[in-house]
């Protein structure tokens, strides 16, 4: 079980142990005190639980607890707030899913089975094929109702756990780093967000020597990234992924590049596959008289941008602005040089 799981479980059972108690009564600073220490002990890790990840926790307990039509009661002793289970005999891990509820857990579950690179552990596994039995799923084996597209995970994607339990915990990050053509740097790193375009993934975070937000691609890690103890810079104000994402494809955002508003036309034959797969939410089609298709797109210009226009081929025609132009004309000629 990973790392991040193993603490979450830990904090639930722990608030849960505390609000159970009917011996004792606990306020929330109470309990997160108490918790805070008892991870320090259990997990040898100083590390503060975030107040924004203890009232996640909180909220967690309390919805499950009307969910099997209990509450969680408070009560006032001078200025102070306490709170214990309306029956402390119930815990939430005694709580049961229902078929349904099951049956959409193994679904998702064979779903992710079939994307390539994702690893299911032996325990969650096991999990399945446990739930699979309970509720006695009559599917016919032989049928194959859903898949994906399967490519090699690219090189980097065992960091992808790590990387995930470091944003979720808020760790800061040594990482090895090396660009094509370049040599290796350790780069000091406050991740922020994992995303995965044309099959690389790629990691942001504020990076402690350029100052700024840095695109770090995972197959250019030399070795596993280290956990340092620092300071870690919040997010906020730095780094927000639908903003971030928001103009661009793929995931190149140069700060000096504006939004433009990009035209370009579709021959007939490529249109519906335009209209019905857009190239991007910002995408506005107009069907021309001739069938062919013209699309105004607000984007900033990247190399991303450039390659997918390229690879449209005689299918589409740059209309504006004219730096896109001047560029698809530039990488057509060069084609037609190599040729002759």
Not at 61 to 89: C, H, M, P, T
Not at 245 to 251: A, D, L, M, S, T
Not at 293 to 320: C, H, M, P, R, Y
Request: proline fraction near 2%; hydrophobic fraction near 35%; include cysteine.
């Amino acid at each position: 079980m990973e790392l991040h799981t193993k603490l979450r479980v830990f904090r639930i059972n722990f608030i849960e142990g505390c609000l159970r108690n009917n011996k004792l009564d606990y306020t929330k600073e109470m309990i997160l005190q108490d918790l805070n220490e008892s991870i320090s002990k259990e997990f040898d890790n100083d590390k503060q639980i975030a107040s924004r990840t203890f009232n996640d926790d909180w909220k967690y307990i309390k919805d499950a607890l009307e969910d099997n039509g209990f509450s969680l009661n408070s009560w006032k002793k001078g200025k102070q707030v306490y709170y214990r289970y309306s029956d402390v005999d119930f815990s939430i891990n005694d709580a049961s899913l229902t078929k349904k509820e099951i049956g959409k857990l193994v679904d998702a579950v064979k779903l992710l089975q079939q994307i390539k690179g994702v690893d299911l552990n032996e325990e969650l596994t096991e999990i399945v094929q446990k739930l699979d039995s309970q509720i006695k799923y009559h599917r016919n084996k032989e049928i194959s109702a859903i898949s994906f597209q399967q490519t090699q995970a690219a090189e980097g994607f065992q960091f992808v756990d790590d990387l995930y339990e470091a944003i979720v915990e808020q760790n800061v990050l040594d990482i090895t780093y090396q660009p094509f053509n370049q040599d290796a740097e350790t780069k000091t790193i406050h991740p922020y967000h994992l995303r995965q375009y044309n099959n690389r993934w790629f990691l942001f975070g504020y990076d402690e020597i350029r100052k700024t937000i840095s695109t770090l691609a995972l197959d250019r890690f030399i070795k596993k990234p280290k956990a340092i103890h620092k300071a870690y810079q919040s997010a906020e104000g730095l780094f927000d992924a639908a903003s971030h994402f928001k103009n661009i494809i793929g995931v190149t955002r140069f700060e000096d590049a504006p939004v433009e508003e990009i035209k370009l036309i579709f021959a007939s034959k490529r249109a519906p596959y335009i209209i019905t797969k857009p190239i991007h939410e910002t995408q506005k089609p107009n069907l021309l008289q001739d069938g062919s298709l013209e699309v105004t797109l607000q984007l900033s210009i990247n190399n991303e941008l450039k390659q997918l226009i390229l690879s449209f081929g005689a299918d589409v025609k740059v209309i504006a602005p004219e730096s896109l132009k001047i560029f698809v004309r530039e990488q057509t000629e060069m084609v037609l040089r190599q040729l002759t």
